[in-house]
Nanobody
Framework: HVQLVESGGGSVQAGGSLRLSCAAS????????MSWVRQAPGKEREVVAG????????YYADSVKGRFTISQDNADHSLFLQLNSLKSDDTAIYYC?????????????????????WGQGTQVTVS
């Protein structure tokens, strides 16, 4: 069965960096579109980045564009999110999520409801 396990979260000062990892098992990473979704206390889930399995194109929310970078290593079954220039507003639980291979190409990558498998999340705290 599909399993996603995030790691790499932690506490960091504003302006700092973190690198999140997501280990995928039970499916081939190249067959699903993948994303990173965050949820802060009292706020709705926000898809911050998506990656299209077809050509590796990446998509970003305006709130993180230029600061975050999504990437994946299909051979290593891993998804990554590099977080730079962190702000207090970036404090949230970050989840990796897998969705159908048409999510990004259809323009629907930004909707959290389109992703059908989720990890347990990793906490990022920026002070």
């Amino acid at each position: 069965h599909v399993q996603l396990v995030e790691s790499g979260g932690g506490s960091v000062q504003a302006g700092g960096s973190l690198r999140l990892s997501c280990a995928a098992s039970g499916f081939a990473l190249s067959t699903y579109d993948m994303s990173w979704v965050r949820q802060a206390p009292g706020k709705e889930r926000e898809v911050v980045a998506g990656i299209y399995t077809g050509n590796g194109n990446a998509y970003y929310a305006d709130s993180v564009k230029g600061r975050f970078t999504i990437s994946q290593d299909n051979a290593d079954h891993s998804l990554f999110l590099q977080l730079n220039s962190l702000k207090s507003d970036d404090t949230a639980i970050y989840y990796c999520a897998a969705g159908p291979s048409f999510v990004c190409s259809s323009g629907s990558w930004g909707f959290a409801s389109n992703y059908h498998d989720w990890g347990q999340g990793t906490q990022v705290t920026v002070s």
